[in-house]
């Protein structure tokens, strides 16, 4: 019922920057927090950034200043702007969401199913 649809990875050198989007599709009545975690090959998965439908924002250490997540409500979409991107940021990159799919459901999460980023000269 709910499709979560990223876009935006690919290859790109240190120092250069990629746009990241994950647009959620189906039966939404209202979303909540909206997220990117990544995982590196032989790691675990972890969170990049989140944003709350009010627009506060939360972010990784290892990010912070460099990352920046926004998210547009008309359009169910959520954005990671990433900019001086290094090799440790190399991983893939899913999107979540916590949302309600009519007023009478409560609130469910849901996974994009992911999209390579890969930083390397």
């Known amino acids: 019922q709910v499709q979560l649809v990223e876009s935006g990875g690919g290859l790109v050198q240190p120092g250069g920057s990629l746009r990241l989007s994950c647009a959620a599709s189906?039966?939404?009545?209202?979303?909540?927090?909206m997220a990117w975690y990544r995982q590196a090959p032989g790691k675990q998965r972890e969170l990049v950034a989140n944003?709350?439908?009010?627009?506060?924002?939360n972010y990784a250490d290892s990010v912070k200043g460099r990352f920046t997540i926004s998210r547009d409500d008309a359009k169910n979409t959520v954005y990671l702007q990433m900019n001086s991107l290094k090799p440790e940021d190399t991983a893939v990159y899913s999107c979540?969401?916590?949302?309600?799919?009519?007023?009478?459901?409560?609130?469910?999460?849901?996974w994009g199913q992911g999209t390579q980023v890969t930083v390397s000269s």
């Open positions: 189906g039966r939404i009545f209202r979303i909540y927090t």
């Open positions: 944003i709350r439908r009010g627009g506060e924002t």
């Open positions: 979540n969401t916590d949302l309600q799919i009519s007023l009478l459901t409560t609130t469910s999460t849901y």
